[in-house]
Nanobody, 125 residues
Framework: QVQLVESGGGLVQSGGSLKLSCVAS????????MAWFRQSPGKEREFVAA????????YYAESVKGRFTLSRDRAKSTMYLQMNSLEPDDTAVYYC??????????????????WGPGPQVTVSS
């Protein structure tokens, strides 16, 4: 059973930065692709960023490209999401996810089996 625990959410002003962390069960990174999704009230959960189990290529939603950076520390079983130049539209609950998506389904939430509880990120204008 994969367990995911996020941290690092909070309140920040527009233009500010936050860094989210996701600690995974030992061994998760070797077998699972990892991703960040987010969900705002009244909206569907949407893809933010992902990295496959093998390799180091990262993939981003157009809305965050150039502002957010996903990274992974295998030794610590931890994935990060550095969020810069935050905007009020980035306000959401952010979820860490693990799964075995193929390249074509990296952005599809149904390709991920395990989810963290999700910290709230609020960006004030």
């Amino acid at each position: 059973q994969v367990q995911l625990v996020e941290s690092g959410g909070g309140l920040v002003q527009s233009g500010g930065s936050l860094k989210l962390s996701c600690v995974a069960s030992e061994g998760t990174f070797s077998g699972y692709g990892m991703a960040w999704f987010r969900q705002s009230p009244g909206k569907e959960r949407e893809f933010v960023a992902a990295i496959r189990a093998s390799g180091s290529n990262t993939y981003y939603a157009e809305s965050v490209k150039g502002r957010f950076t996903l990274s992974r520390d295998r030794a610590k079983s931890t994935m990060y999401l550095q969020m810069n130049s935050l905007e009020p539209d980035d306000t959401a609950v952010y979820y860490c996810a693990a799964g075995r998506p193929i390249l074509a389904s990296l952005r599809n939430r149904d390709a991920y089996y395990y989810w963290g509880p999700g910290p709230q990120v609020t960006v004030s204008s």
